[in-house]
């Protein structure tokens, strides 16, 4: 029979992440600084596969997650190729959430402890993989941030389970509602992070904390994650399935449209217009209204209600 066997860390041909192992330790970076760290497909899949890797390396005690740079750890989904592909496509954005949860699955049930490593902005799902790991020590100019709500998205995957039982019911509903940035301190005083140190001393202080891991015995401490990842683990699995399917559904409303004009014309997202089409009597689900209408000329049916011509033969509708 043959086990799973782990691979010298340089073996993994990478392109998104770097993956590091050196005296019991693992690090993953998202490797985009380009683009503020976000995630899109491959920087996942590759995240899942080096979680998966060190899980199984028995040389690996303890793997800390960070982002290329000091700008940003992550600021989450990819929003270009979200607007390229799932604007279009929405059952694209089901493949791409399965992999954000698989990633996440890894991540969790990875047998060490883990460890964020903040270098920056922590955005949206970002935010996700930060609030996955254990322990958290950020720089002193990191900014957290949930946009779900402001953006036209959810922070279902992980956000709305797991900022409850860190920050409490209320503080959860105020960074999930209001969308503000919270500074290092606020959110070490909050129970976001751990340790708030100037940047010029986050290595040494992850380093620090690492090694205080390593010194731990490991089925010990392996089990004791198990145990302490239970609500974490029962909320996460009674609620992502649905929001992965919802937020399928959801991504190719009026409200993610509008969320992504505006994020493209640099703009305010235009909130009160969406609410006043729908108190008008207006459909606020559908950009052109719901697509009921036929056309006389040439039968083509499915016209949005809103459209003045036929889109397939011109003629005045």
Known sequence: MTYPASR???????????????????TVTINRPQVHNCLDFQTLREMS???EDASWDDGVAVVVLTGAGERAFSTGADLKEQEEYFLTRPRDYWK?????VDTHYRLLNIGKPTIARLNGLVVGGGNEFNIACDLAVAADHVKIRQVGTARGSVAAGGATQWLPLLVGDRRAREILWLCEEIDAQQALQWGLVNQVVPYGELDAAVDAMAQKL???LPECMR?????????KDFSFHMTVGHARDWL?????SPEVYEGFQAFREKRAVDYLGL???????????FVWGPPRRVCAACGAKGIPEE???????????
């Open 275 to 285: 609410r006043q089409r729908a108190a008008g009597g207006g459909s606020s689900e």
């Open 49 to 51: 596969q080096a979680f």
């Open 214 to 216: 390593v010194e731990k």
């Open 248 to 252: 399928t559904l959801h991504s190719g």
């Open 223 to 231: 089990y004791t994650k198990q145990q302490a990842n239970f609500w």
């Open 8 to 26: 010298a860390a340089e073996s993994f041909p990478f392109e998104r992440i770097r993956y590091e192992k050196k005296t019991w330790r693992a």
């Open 307 to 317: 459209f003045s011509f036929c889109g397939n033969c011109g003629v005045r509708l």
């Open 96 to 100: 791409w959430m399965g992999a954000f």
